[in-house]
T-cell receptor
Framework: DSGVTQTPKHLITATGQRVTLRCSPR?????VYWYQQSLDQGLQFLIQ???????AKGNILERFSAQQFPDLHSELNLSSLELGDSALYFC??????????????FGEGSWLTVV | AQSVTQLDSQVPVFEEAPVELRCNYS??????LFWYVQYPNQGLQLLLK??????LVKGINGFEAEFNKSQTSFHLRKPSVHISDTAEYFC???????????FGPGTRLSVLP
């Protein structure tokens, strides 16, 4: 158990809908990262938050957004869903950023299926 | 920009045989290197990491990796694999200058009885 908690574990929704994925980082970790894992694209970095502020942005679509709340949990919002958004979405956390070789710890992921 | 290459997408190997999973990276600055393992239907788990110092790094489950700066490689090795090592293995790189974690495409290790 990495200490990173993600909910829901599985989600099935229709195209055009909007979903919210939730992540609680490890106790004491200030950074939260979101990754998307699909068969054709591998593990893609979406976005990072540090202590409530956006720190880095990767290949995140405009239909997707995220935020980190004062209690440090984070939510990833996916809207106008398309079939191609079906993937495993991981949240990860670290004490600070990735500088100094900080390890990032992954949650179990949220499986999103868009039908 | 950093990038990671894992040349082997799949590696089948018989139980108790040795295995090497290859990882090469490109970066213009000093890097930190990681290997993660993903078992079926689970998240990624850290196997080992290289920050500095000795180029041979030992990790969990009997795995080790060697950092080679001249060849920009960080290959993962295990002298004798078990069925339970069947999983996807990801090499990753990070740095000190705002770069985020960059993962390779992964290598699927299949240990055969």
């Amino acid at each position: 158990d990495s200490g990173v908690t993600q909910t829901p574990k599985h989600l099935i929704t229709a195209t055009g809908q909007r979903v919210t994925l939730r992540c609680s980082p490890r106790s004491g970790d200030l950074s939260v990262y979101w990754y998307q894992q699909s068969l054709d694209q591998g593990l893609q970095f979406l976005i990072q938050y540090y202590n409530g502020e956006e720190r880095a942005k990767g290949n995140i679509l405009e239909r997707f957004s995220a935020q980190q709340f004062p209690d440090l949990h984070s939510e990833l919002n996916l809207s106008s869903l398309e079939l191609g958004d079906s993937a495993l979405y991981f949240c990860a956390s670290s004490v600070a950023g990735v500088e100094s070789g900080n390890t990032i710890y992954f949650g179990e992921g949220s499986w999103l299926t868009v039908v | 920009a950093q990038s990671v290459t894992q040349l082997d997408s799949q590696v089948p190997v018989f139980e108790e045989a040795p295995v090497e999973l290859r990882c090469n990276y490109s970066s213009s600055v000093s890097v930190y290197l990681f290997w993660y393992v993903q078992y079926p239907n689970q998240g990624l788990q850290l196997l080992l990491k290289y920050l500095s110092g000795s180029t041979l790094v030992k990790g969990i489950n009997g795995f080790e990796a060697e950092f080679n700066k001249s060849q920009t490689s960080f290959h993962l090795r295990k002298p004798s694999v078990h069925i339970s090592d069947t999983a996807e293995y990801f090499c990753a790189v990070s740095g000190n200058y705002g770069q985020n974690f960059v993962f390779g495409p992964g290598t699927r290790l299949s240990v055969l009885p």
